[in-house]
């Protein structure tokens, strides 16, 4: 009984809930900011290059040179990448793969939240690089996210 | 009246499964209080186990949401949207240990000195000191734990805030009440 008034009221918060998007659901309008912003048109292969390319910068007094966006997340990054401090397995880059999502436990397609993709930009470019990334650079790396 | 009270408490909780936890605890007031929120969980817990608000005093928490510091965090990079910062910091300082009665975040904040603002959890004084069974075979050198930032790791239920040693169970060794080498 209990179990049935559960999926009961989940049934009925249904639509309430954000549609589950598919793989790569947010590429197209994330592409086409950056066009707007006076970026594109977008290579796969430019941002393939970017992917190993390391960019030494200081921070804090630090240097920083072996960064790359392989470090965390594998290069291809068809393969699952670890975090280089937590150890944490992170999910392939592709769009077909699924990350966990942390609160619900469920899988997660890839890509599919302009915000998450937005947020991880921001923040892993700052940390590899020791600057936010281009609007360039970005479509340069959806495109090559695209093409594996 | 106070059942209706109970009633209005209850129906805050869309979750039933949650308030039965909240309530199972909240009558124990032993571990720290179970508290959630959709946007922490979003925002702090894909690097590491979200933890409860009640584990650090609001100064901690205060310090540790500075948007310079979410930049550099332990060396990460944790930023967020302002907005969501905002309303994370405000659901971490209004549930932090010195605004709760619960033991354990009474325990955890009493054991900081007042001039000491800090920043790990595992480096709180009475944290530090139950820990100290946990030598490097329970942790570093347990794959399955790597480090004490891993608390869910050993703490089963400590999504309902409960810390009590018969829901302690390290991985590879089994439960803490039943292993005797301390």
């Known amino acids: 009984m209990k179990k049935f008034l559960i999926l009961a009221a989940m049934l009925s918060a249904m639509p309430l809930l954000v549609q589950a998007e598919d793989g790569g659901a947010a590429i197209h309008g994330l592409m086409d900011k950056y066009k707007a912003e006076g970026a594109g048109p977008f290579s796969a292969e430019a941002g393939k290059k970017m992917w190993t390319t390391v960019i030494p910068h200081e921070k804090k007094g630090e240097m920083f040179t072996d960064r790359s966006c392989a470090t965390c997340h594998n290069a291809p990054p068809t393969t699952p990448g670890k975090h280089k401090k937590t150890g944490k397995e992170i999910a392939p880059m592709t769009l077909s793969s699924f990350g966990i999502n942390k609160k619900t436990g469920e899988k997660e397609p890839r890509f599919a939240v302009e915000k998450k993709v937005r947020k991880w930009f921001k923040r892993n470019c700052k940390w590899t690089y020791g600057r936010e990334c281009t609007p360039q650079e970005k479509g340069d790396f959806l495109a090559y996210f695209k093409s594996l | ?182």
């Open chain 2, 1 to 182: 009246m106070r059942k209706v009270l109970l009633f209005t408490v209850l129906m805050m909780f869309s979750h039933q499964a949650f308030a039965e936890d909240f309530f199972a605890n909240l009558l124990r007031f032993k571990g720290v209080a179970p508290v959630k929120n959709d946007l922490y969980e979003e925002g702090c817990s894909e690097c590491h186990y979200a933890y409860q608000p009640g584990l650090l005093p609001k100064r901690s928490w205060e310090k540790l949401m500075l948007p310079d510091e979410l930049e550099d965090h332990f060396g990460e990079n944790a930023e967020l949207d302002e907005e969501d910062r905002v309303e994370i910091l405000n659901f971490l300082v209004e549930n932090a240990a010195d605004t709760s009665f619960y033991k354990r975040s009474s325990k955890i904040n009493r054991s900081i000195p007042d001039d000491v603002v800090e920043l790990r959890i595992t480096e709180v004084p009475y944290i530090k000191r139950k820990h100290q069974p946990m030598t490097d075979k329970y942790v570093k050198n347990n794959p399955k734990v790597k480090s004490l930032i891993n608390c869910n790791a050993c703490h089963r239920e400590i999504d309902k805030g409960i810390f009590d040693d018969d829901t302690i169970l390290i991985p590879n060794y089994g439960y803490w009440s039943e292993l005797d080498d301390d």
